[in-house]
């Protein structure tokens, strides 16, 4: 039963320390999001690559957010200086075309 | 641009009664609408797809392109069925996939 794999599951980090998340994608799926999951905003898609390129990273807060993609296998999102604010579930999932999105099962980040 | 809109935020029934959770999208091309559910602390799981046309543990969706409409029905309630349910469109080409907010469905006994 393939699934995507996220790490850490859980993160407590002090403000204005870097943070990094990692999702492993399924297996020969070429498309890769992320979104970040809030109580007021719901799921917001912050980025998503398409065969490792970035096609849409227009949701993530440039200045502190970056999301990279380095292998097929590995698909990275890095806060810094993380904020309070920041402090959010952050969902992976990947999909191919013809199929729906596969979720992880998020990385919940809490920033003090 | 692509745009989802569910305007409950929650939903609360009685075991038994029907449930219908609204759902309107907005795209200039041929959408493809799906319905995801979580249930507590888990990770969003597909519930159906409009294109399957199936039901899926008693909840069916209709496209409905004049309205652009999708909601999600269910005609007698579970309390197994309490979790947060994200309607989502993909535009052609595997485009993005976008959410709406949410509308947690609360079943009480």
């Known amino acids: 039963d393939a699934r995507v794999t996220q790490t850490p599951r859980h993160k407590v980090t002090e403000m204005g320390q870097e943070v990094t998340m990692r999702c492993q994608p399924i297996?020969?799926?070429?498309?890769v999001f992320w979104y970040r999951q809030t109580m007021m905003q719901g799921l917001e898609l912050l980025a998503y690559?398409?065969?490792?390129?970035?096609?849409?990273d227009s949701g993530m807060p440039k200045d502190r957010f970056s999301a990279e993609m380095p292998d097929a296998t590995l698909a990275t999102l890095k806060i810094q200086p993380s904020e309070p604010r920041d402090s959010a579930v952050y969902f992976c999932?990947?999909?191919?075309?013809?199929?729906?999105?596969?979720f992880g099962q998020g990385t919940r980040l809490t920033v003090v | 641009a692509q745009r989802v809109t569910q305007p409950e935020k929650l939903l609360s029934v009685f075991k038994g009664a029907p449930v219908e959770l609204k759902c309107n999208y907005s795209?200039?091309?041929?959408?493809?609408l799906f319905w995801y559910v979580q249930y507590s602390r888990q990770r969003l799981q597909l519930l159906l797809r409009?294109?399957s046309r199936e039901s899926i543990k008693g909840f069916t969706a209709d496209l409905n392109k004049g309205e652009t409409s999708f909601h999600l029905k269910k005609p007698f309630a579970q309390e197994e069925d309490s979790a947060m349910y994200y309607c989502?469109?993909?535009?052609?080409?595997?485009?993005?996939?976008?959410f709406g907010t949410g509308t947690r469905l609360l079943v009480s006994p």
């Open positions: 297996l020969g799926h070429n498309t």
């Open positions: 409009h294109i």
């Open positions: 690559f398409r065969n490792r390129a970035p096609l849409d």
């Open positions: 989502a469109l993909k535009g052609t080409g595997f485009q993005k996939l976008v």
């Open positions: 999932a990947s999909g191919s075309p013809g199929s729906t999105a596969f």
């Open positions: 795209y200039s091309g041929s959408p493809e």
